[in-house]
T-cell receptor, first 114, second 110 residues
């Protein structure tokens, strides 16, 4: 029961260009959406989030967009830097109901070339 | 603030051996989780806990056991190690928004 899906296993981008990572979800009850970043040999770390009352949240070079009608979440990185090369995971949950079972998408490997 | 601490960082087990992966958090989070990540794959939820004394199965619980006697600790037990359990294991905790992860335990079963 994969409620969160990242259909692109990998993405390769040139330094300075935009990186767009995508995530689709199936549960319309989800109201909180997060992105995590993971470097090799390290645990994932929280990157940015958005609640369902918004359609955009920006933090420096990172912007998350939420399209509730399409049940689609995207992360934009502008400009991309080689240090952004990592695995990115998306996650969604609905507060108070299915919150306990924290599951993630398969992840997208981002490679930013100098 | 230590966050989530996992021990050991690395371990090699022989088939049939048992071991416990330790996880402790100092943020007073109610929710704790164990994941495994196989090469080229995503994070698979093994077990989770919503508070002391309460645990539940995740997506891939077979071959593992957990306990949650305190808010801080959430150990993961492998009773009869098998090569299929070779993986990197991550513990995480969550206080209501984002999750905090440990650094991982790389386990090899030979």
């Amino acid at each position: 029961d994969q409620q969160v899906k990242q259909n692109s296993p990998s993405l390769s981008v040139q330094e300075g260009r935009i990186s767009i990572l995508n995530c689709d979800y199936t549960n319309s009850m989800f109201d909180y959406f997060l992105w995590y970043k993971k470097y090799p040999a390290e645990g994932p770390t929280f990157l940015i989030s958005i609640s369902s009352i918004k359609d955009k949240n920006e933090d420096g070079r990172f912007t998350v967009f939420l399209n509730k009608s399409a049940k689609h979440l995207s992360l934009h990185i502008v400009p991309s830097q080689p240090g952004d090369s990592a695995v990115y995971f998306c996650h969604s949950f609905s507060g108070g109901t299915s919150y306990g079972k924290l599951t993630f998408g398969q992840g997208t490997i981002l490679t930013v070339h100098p | 603030n230590a966050g989530v601490t996992q021990t050991p960082k690395f371990r090699i087990l022989k088939i049939g051996q048992s071991m416990t992966l330790q996880c402790t958090q100092d943020m007073n989070h109610n929710y704790m989780y164990w994941y495994r990540q196989d090469p080229g794959m995503g994070l698979k939820l093994i077990y989770y806990s919503v508070g002391a004394g309460i645990t539940d199965k995740g997506e891939v619980p077979n071959g593992y056991n957990v306990s949650r006697s305190t808010t801080e600790d959430f150990p993961l037990r492998l009773e009869l190690a098998a090569p299929s359990q070779t993986s990197v294991y991550f513990c995480a905790s969550n206080g209501g928004s984002e999750a905090f992860f440990g650094q991982g335990t790389r386990l090899t079963v030979v």
